[in-house]
């Protein structure tokens, strides 16, 4: 809910949970929302803890997926739904080809990197 373009979250009961805090919120995904705050965004679970630090010029939730894509001055990287790291922000774009298996490229190369094991499958040399 919006209060003097501030953002906050209710509970079933119309009673405030998370105060109104947030410059934008969206909702909550298997416990977790990707919110904004000081121009940054970050993620934060039911309970009003910050899972992923305010530190992304965008956050994109994957859909059904446990990975989020993340953007730190138009570098892209993957995190997780704990907030861990998967892949830093310094890839030029990334796409999904399958749930687990993404497309990557920086610097006009091509990698092709697994989420499951967190190993690349193929790159051109050097990426």
């Known amino acids: 809910v919006s209060k003097k373009n501030k953002w906050g979250y209710l509970d079933e009961k119309m009673k405030l949970q998370i105060p109104y805090q ?75 080809v399958s749930r687990t298996i993404l497309r990557a490229e920086k610097n006009n190369k091509v990698a092709y990197y697994n989420l499951i094991t967190h190993k690349y499958i193929w790159q051109e040399d050097p990426f």
Do not use: H
């Not at 929302?33 to 994957?62: M, S, T």
């Not at 907030?83 to 999904?96: K, P, T, V, Y």
């Open 22 to 96: 947030y410059q934008a919120a969206e909702s909550f995904e298997n416990n977790l929302a990707v919110v904004k705050k000081n121009e940054l965004y970050g993620i934060i679970n039911k309970k009003n803890k910050v899972i992923a630090d305010f530190k992304y010029n965008a956050i994109e939730r994957i859909p059904s997926t446990n990975y989020y894509l993340v953007t730190i001055n138009d570098k892209k990287g993957i995190l997780d739904n704990l907030g861990n790291i998967i892949i830093s922000s310094e890839w030029d774009s990334i796409a999904f």
